[in-house]
């Protein structure tokens, strides 16, 4: 009888292991494994294992809220079904080889707060759903393919501290609506196809750190109002058709931004940060 009660037990506690993550949750780490090539990840996953042993996968309360998956040689496209991982807050496929566009089922990832893509082959529009991730601190899209125009709803993602969308070929102004990101300590546009005048609303962005504009097709004149960002260390806004040259600003205490010639000066390397 006492073989058979721990049998029993040994049996729970097995299908309890294998079973704590729900089906559509393990059905869609699957899809992005398929759909990713992961026999040939350079880290991959043995299938029959838990999935809380799955590298790169966190899990809390037998739901999973974390894939960290950079660096790991991942190829092809993304499934449609990561948007059913609706508990995930950090979602990190950075400096992969990944391709396509991006599944617009992202946007039912509403416990998101940060999206990392960059370093890939990931192409088209910047979906404008990511707009509706209200959750979100990080967006870094950088090095990548997309085109098009910045998507007016990303600037009602208020709670965004870093939105880094360098080294594409995005096109169109800046959107006037981005004072809206109140919280913004990091943005870079660099390296785009991007044109028009720098707007003046982002000097109300108070809290700016890095503000990375250089290589794009901007016009007029910079606005003499980021002076007041006090906590601005670094701006790059060099290579651009703007009525004079700048030079590039990195540090605690940088120079005043008005009329910084290029004449004479080094300019700092431009960058992608993170």
């Known amino acids: 009888m006492k073989t058979l009660k721990l049998l029993v037990i040994c049996l729970f506690v097995t299908a309890y292991s294998f079973a704590n993550v729900s089906s559509t949750e393990k059905d869609a780490l699957i899809a992005i494994y398929n759909t990713t090539k992961g026999a040939e990840w350079s880290a991959t996953w043995d299938l029959e294992s838990p999935i809380d042993t799955w590298y790169g996968i966190k899990v809390e309360d037998n739901k999973v809220v974390e894939i960290s998956l950079q660096f790991n040689n991942l190829q092809g496209e993304l499934p449609e079904e990561i948007g059913n991982l609706i508990h995930v807050k950090r979602l990190n496929l950075g400096f992969n080889k990944l391709t396509g566009k991006l599944?617009?089922?992202?946007?039912?990832?509403?416990e998101l707060t940060s999206l990392e893509l960059f370093?890939?082959?990931?192409?088209?529009?910047?979906?404008?759903e990511l707009g509706e991730l209200k959750?979100?601190?990080?967006?870094?899209?950088?090095?990548?393919?997309?085109a098009g125009n910045i998507p007016d709803s990303l600037m009602s993602?208020?709670?965004?501290?870093?939105?880094?969308?360098?080294?594409?070929?995005?096109?169109?102004?800046?959107?006037?609506?981005?004072?809206?990101?109140?919280?913004?300590?990091?943005?870079?546009?660099?390296?785009?196809?991007?044109?028009?005048?720098?707007?003046?609303?982002?000097?109300?962005?108070?809290?700016?750190?890095?503000?990375?504009?250089?290589?794009n097709q901007f016009t007029g004149d910079l606005p003499m109002e980021l002076m007041n960002l006090t906590k601005l260390n670094t701006m790059m806004v060099s290579d651009n058709n703007l009525n004079q040259e700048y030079i590039s600003v990195s540090g605690k205490n940088p120079p005043s931004l008005?009329?910084?010639?290029m004449q004479n000066a080094t300019a700092t390397m431009d960058i992608e940060k993170e």
């Not at 370093?119 to 404008?128: A, D, Q, R």
């Not at 008005?258 to 010639?261: A, K, Q, R, S, T």
Request: aromatic residues 6%; glycine residues 4%; charged residues 25%.
């Open 103 to 110: 599944p617009s089922s992202l946007k039912n990832l509403k």
């Open 119 to 128: 370093m890939n082959n990931f192409e088209g529009e910047i979906p404008p």
């Open 135 to 146: 959750k979100l601190e990080a967006l870094k899209l950088y090095s990548n393919k997309f």
């Open 157 to 215: 993602l208020t709670n965004l501290k870093e939105l880094l969308l360098g080294s594409n070929y995005l096109t169109g102004n800046i959107p006037r609506e981005i004072f809206a990101l109140s919280k913004l300590q990091k943005l870079s546009l660099m390296d785009n196809k991007m044109d028009g005048e720098i707007p003046v609303e982002i000097a109300q962005l108070t809290n700016l750190e890095e503000l990375l504009l250089s290589t």
């Open 258 to 261: 008005v009329h910084l010639e």
